[in-house]
T-cell receptor, first 117, second 112 residues
């Protein structure tokens, strides 16, 4: 149980294009999902907290107009990197919390590696 | 503050025990977690402990919590090469919408 999927697992795009990453909780409902970014050999950087049916809460320094987050259902959240540039190349990981869990753990997707040329 | 700190590297020989340490600052943390990340993958939840517990054991994994000192440790018995990964300690103050606060991760290298 508690499986989170991400699609695509990797993507290469040209500078200036937009890329959408999907995050799905496969066997549980997630009221809250989280989006992280990770640079090589570095820790996770929380980008935003996404709640189903409401606007995402972005961390300081994360451009909300560049990283569009939509959480339209209890099992799906999307992150769209708009007008991507080479500095946006990174490993993006989503995470979901089971709404029925009392212990608060987050379950992580396998990550999406974005390379912007 | 809500800092979670870990040492960055640990190297052990195959078959030995590994102990990964973590300190946190928020005394109101309700749960503390250990995650494992293998190269190119997401984070895998290994185990968690409720703040009113001192110890939790799950097969080769033993978690010790010293709430007074705000110190958490993960012991891996009979460490194998497949245990080589980055291990993240994390805490949460309460559930709901609050994201977990992660340490920077400890890179465990197992030498055959």
């Amino acid at each position: 149980g508690a499986v989170v999927s991400q699609h695509p697992s990797w993507v290469i795009c040209k500078s200036g294009t937009s890329v959408k990453i999907e995050c799905r909780s496969l066997d549980f409902q997630a009221t809250t999902m989280f989006w992280y970014r990770q640079f090589p050999k570095q820790s996770l950087m929380l980008m935003a907290t996404s709640n189903e049916g409401s606007k995402a809460t972005y961390e300081q320094g994360v451009e909300k107009d560049k990283f569009l987050i939509n959480h339209a259902s209890l099992t799906l959240s999307t992150l769209t990197v708009t007008s991507a540039h080479p500095e946006d190349s990174s490993f993006y990981i989503c995470s979901a919390r089971d709404r029925t869990s009392g212990s608060g753990e987050q379950f992580f997707g396998p990550g999406t590696r974005l390379t912007v040329l | 503050g809500e800092d979670v700190e870990q040492s960055l590297f640990l190297s052990v020989r195959e078959g030995d025990s590994s102990v990964i340490n973590c300190t946190y600052t928020d005394s109101s943390s309700t749960y503390l977690y250990w995650y494992k990340q293998e190269p190119g993958a997401g984070l895998q939840l290994l185990t968690y402990i409720f703040s009113n517990m001192d110890m939790k054991q799950d097969q080769r994994l033993t978690v010790l919590l010293n709430k007074k000192d705000k110190h958490l440790s993960l012991r891996i018995a009979d460490t194998q090469t497949g245990d080589s990964a980055i291990y993240f300690c994390a805490e949460i103050r309460n559930s709901g919408n609050t994201p977990l606060v992660f340490g920077k991760g400890t890179r465990l290298s197992v030498i055959a």
